[in-house]
């Protein structure tokens, strides 16, 4: 009876592993990956060794939004993934004169971004980009150490892998979307 008992014991840990498995690795490969930040350029929004979870869905039903912290493969070397907050959205015309930044959405209207989680301007040369269609414009919240589209240029849609859904650690900083916010006013 005991040698039954250890055989019916792992045929129960193999049953519910093939389970685990199942139901965890399609979440994992095509709805949620974790991400952990590294570097300054979204400070002091996100900290270096944050934990993130990546939501990887939602963006094949819907849209970016200007505003969304956003995970990416950086355009010059996709091996490398970056997060950004997306400013301006494709049709656009972005415009950065003296740090302060605004749009010029495609119905002709103008929109300045107040930025409360941009802390730190920086330096930066004044620039004006119109976005073409299937494209952003992102930059980071700690503006001087961001390597962003004011340098290397717009982001193709294809390279956004989804949007920052939740920060699990540190634990005294859980949210859901953490960083988001709708930059355009109601």
């Known amino acids: ?8 014991f792992f045929t129960e840990l193999l049953k ?4 685990a498995v199942v139901i965890v690795a399609p979440i994992r490969l ?9 570097g300054a350029s979204m400070e002091p929004t996100f900290q270096t060794g944050q934990y993130l979870i990546v939501d990887e869905l939602s963006y094949h039903f819907e ?15 996709p091996s490398q993934y970056f997060i950004k907050r997306i400013i301006g959205l494709p049709g656009e015309t972005v415009n950065i004169r003296g740090g302060a930044v605004s749009i010029t959405k ?13 802390k730190n301007i920086g330096n930066g040369a004044d620039m004006s980009v119109t976005i073409p269609a299937g ?11 961001s390597s962003d589209s004011r340098y290397w240029g717009l982001l193709p849609a294809k390279n956004i892998v989804g949007r920052a859904f939740v920060r ?19």
């Open 106 to 118: 495609t119905d002709g209207t103008t929109l300045n971004l107040t930025e409360p989680y941009v």
């Open 63 to 77: 849209s970016p939004l200007r505003g969304d912290v956003i995970i990416f493969k950086y355009p010059l070397d």
């Open 30 to 38: 095509f709805v949620a990956k974790p991400f952990i930040v590294s």
């Open 135 to 145: 494209q952003y414009f992102v930059m980071g919240d700690n503006r001087p150490e």
């Open 16 to 19: 519910f592993a093939i389970i």
């Open 168 to 186: 699990l650690l540190p634990v005294n900083e859980i949210g859901v979307l953490p960083g988001s916010t709708n930059a355009d006013p109601q």
């Open 1 to 8: 009876m005991p040698g039954e008992k250890r055989d019916n």
